[in-house]
């Protein structure tokens, strides 16, 4: 299974990004080896529909857990639609702050569509 | 013959002069009004009646699941995340699609055909005999406001003197309405907004070599940056209507001010008369 973690910079000591389309960097951590990369979001500044585009990015990585503050509607659906489960962070903290934090099973999975799929 | 009245800012009275002005040219000759604010179009609540909605429409992609493999090819060459590949399934969001076609052309296995997707309608009926209006109006949710503009465009093509009511801003729906037109009349307000977006749309006018007069809406003082501006730009000032009750009372009932009071018949008639003429002289 692999993690992605929205970042706001190529480190691990970044704070967690709070948007899912637009975060310039993603971690991704495969989480029985515990293997970790960086991977930029080539469509962070880009003009529209980008939530759908960062989903299927992170389906191509073989991404099926992710953490994220607060999803728009288009990737809402498309993290649905891709399986993908949603881990809700609140408040701010670093991408290693959250890794502790999901590893320790201390986020909930988001109460929205995402989360209950 | 194209006149737009257009406005940079929202809410300056583009509607009543549009209105006026169609109500007074039409008393002496066929007028077409063309109702191009297609995301709130109003002018139709000044002249009652209906017609026949034809739609407007752009294709969108279909994706034959017998053919697909997957390959993602389409997903990634979309540039508006309209559609993406999952590991089995392709989702669309058709509201997202530009209609580039792209998707069909790089698919290997031709998988993709088209079918059409609303993105809004065209009204038109007569509501006098030398008045006719055309209506454009964007569906809901949709984001294809040039492609409604341009329908209302073509649906007006040849009309021998035609008004169009343009949408406030100057990004892409403006310039759709106002390119290619012989003349534009700016409404503007004595407001630090009014003077901020007047200047715009003066800037977008200038860039399609359209000759421009402005309106002054709301004004009860000639001695405003607006009018100091215009003069700096050379822009002629050919109406000032004052902040009046009356006239808001009017509007606000859906009345026509120039129809039913014959000193702002004649006002609106001069204002008419300056417009041709300015728009011929190109």
Redesign the interface.
Known sequence: MYLAIPSSGPTVDDPVDTRLGRAPYFLIVHTETNETEFVSNPYAA?S??????V??ML??KGVTDLIAPQIGG?AD??LV??GIRVYLWEGAGTVSSALEMYRAGRLSLMAGKSGSS | MLIAIASGKGGTGKTTVAVNLACVLSSSSPLTLADCDVEEPNAHLFFPGSGVKEPVTLPVPVIDPGRCDYCGKCGLFCQYGALIVLKERVLQYPQLCHSCGGCRLVCPTHAISERPEQAGTIERYDPTPSLHLVTGRLAEGSIHTPTVIRAVRDAVDGAPLVLLDAPPGTACAAMETLEGCDFCLMVTEPTPFGLHDLRLICELARLFRIPAGVVINRCDDEDTAVEAFCREQDLPVLMRIPFDRTIALMQGSSRIISRDDPVWRDRFRRLGRDCLAMAGGR
Not at chain 1, 48 to 53: D, E, I, S, W
């Open positions: 880009d529209g529909g980008v939530g759908p585009r989903v299927q389906v191509q288009h659906n498309a639609a891709a």
